[in-house]
């Protein structure tokens, strides 16, 4: 039971930390990019999942602040991997719907970037399908804008939500990620493989990169490797860790 004060002083005693998860590019079998995931090292609980508090921040409004920190602090370390001449990851950072609909919201981005030093190509921002949908012309402008400033856009939890297919064609996005729930039960649930078999094509045809998330298992990898998609971002590979760990993963795979 968390109680928004707790989550406001937490962000202010520096108790929140992002952890890294790799996605593995398949073809070179190297990371190429990392998800930045937010914990709460509790004092007295330990670390706490977002899953307990990122509803309770969306609820409050509190997740506007929560995801500028975020942002920030994820632009900053992959900036700091590349000053140190330790690695170039591109950062992608889970966008909420009120945040993507906060009329500031590009603006918040290119600041930033500009604060931070960060490439925007070092920069992706995952919004879900079902965030993206409520309001499709200004979903196009904002695409747009972001498009323009030059950073990656991806659909996180991809099939899960209500994208029609002609959307799909005019959306300025850069990547599908597949949710994990269509990845778990690979190779042997005939109806997932055939989704997910249809969104690796959908994906390739019309020119996009395609990721699968959730992969456990080398069978899982080896399908989805034998259909074509881009890259993996799972336990099979890795976990979410914290970015000293991540920097020894990434430099004994390359
Ligand atoms: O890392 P974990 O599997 O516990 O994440 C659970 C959920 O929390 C995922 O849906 C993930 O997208 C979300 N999440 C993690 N970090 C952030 C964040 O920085 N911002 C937002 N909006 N959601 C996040
Ligand atoms: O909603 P979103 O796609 O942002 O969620 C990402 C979350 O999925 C991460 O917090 C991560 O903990 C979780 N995740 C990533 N890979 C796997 C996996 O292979 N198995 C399981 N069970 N969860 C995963
Ligand atoms: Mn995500
Ligand atoms: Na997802």
């Known amino acids: 039971f968390i109680l928004m004060s707790e989550l406001d002083k937490a962000l202010s005693r520096q108790e929140f930390i992002l952890f890294y998860q790799p996605r593995v590019e398949l073809e070179t079998n190297t990371v190429k990019g990392v998800e930045a995931l937010i914990r709460w090292k509790h004092p007295q609980h330990g670390f706490i999942s977002p899953g307990e508090f990122i509803p309770l921040a969306e609820e409050t409004g509190f997740i506007a602040t929560l995801g500028e920190w975020v942002l920030w602090e994820a632009c900053r370390q ?80 991809f099939g899960t939500g209500y994208s029609s297919l002609s959307y799909l064609k005019r959306f300025k996005v850069n990547t599908l990620k597949i949710d994990r729930s269509f990845i778990q039960d690979l190779p042997e649930d005939t109806e997932d493989a055939a989704i997910t078999t249809t969104i690796i094509s959908l994906a390739r045809n019309l020119g996009l990169q395609v990721t699968a998330e959730g992969a456990e298992r080398a069978d899982q990898v080896e399908f989805l490797r034998q259909r074509g998609c881009d890259s993996i971002q799972g336990f099979y590979y890795g976990r979410p860790m914290p970015p000293e760990e991540l920097v020894s993963f990434v430099q004994s795979r390359s």
């Open 78 to 157: 992959s900036k700091a991997w590349l000053d140190e001449g330790i690695c170039e990851l591109r950062v992608a950072v889970n966008v909420a719907a009120q945040q993507f609909w906060d009329p500031g919201f590009v603006a918040m981005v290119r600041r930033t970037l500009h604060e931070t030093g960060l490439d925007p190509q070092l920069l992706e921002l995952e919004i879900t399908e079902s965030a993206l949908m409520s309001d499709q012309f200004r979903m196009m402008d904002v695409l747009s804008e972001l498009q323009e400033l030059g950073v990656y856009v991806s659909i996180d939890d």
